[in-house]
């Protein structure tokens, strides 16, 4: 069974930043991609971005330029730079990794339990 953890997460001012880290543990054969999404309250759950294992990106249009995902594959963890920072960023942050427990078991995409984010205005 795997474990996704999420850290780095609180208040900061529009504007700001902050970074998030997720951390993948317990029975992991290997990890495929990795990445963030955010769901606000009353708002539908949202990518945010994404990263392969070799290091391809991706990122929702509406932090293109502000946001930086980055990994390191000998710790399991997917980091989220997070600069430029607006209220409307405010939401809780979900990692995930796409992953096998076993060399012969399914993909399967866990998800951390999330870590709120909140740019005041």
């Known amino acids: 069974q795997a474990q996704l953890l999420e850290s780095g997460g609180g208040l900061v001012q529009p504007g700001g930043s902050l970074n998030l880290s997720c951390e993948a543990s317990?029975?992991?054969?290997?990890?495929?991609?990795m990445g963030w999404h955010r769901q606000a309250p009353g708002e539908q759950h949202q990518m945010v971005a994404g990263i392969s294992t070799s290091g391809r990106t991706k990122y929702s249009d509406s932090v293109k330029g502000r946001f930086t995902i980055s990994r390191d594959n000998a710790k399991n963890t997917v980091f989220l730079q997070m600069n430029d920072l607006r209220p409307d960023d405010t939401a809780v942050y979900s990692c995930y990794a796409v992953l096998k427990i076993q060399p012969a078991a399914p993909i399967y995409t866990y998800w951390g339990q999330g870590t709120q984010v909140t740019v005041s205005s």
């Open positions: 317990g029975d992991i054969f290997s990890v495929n991609d």
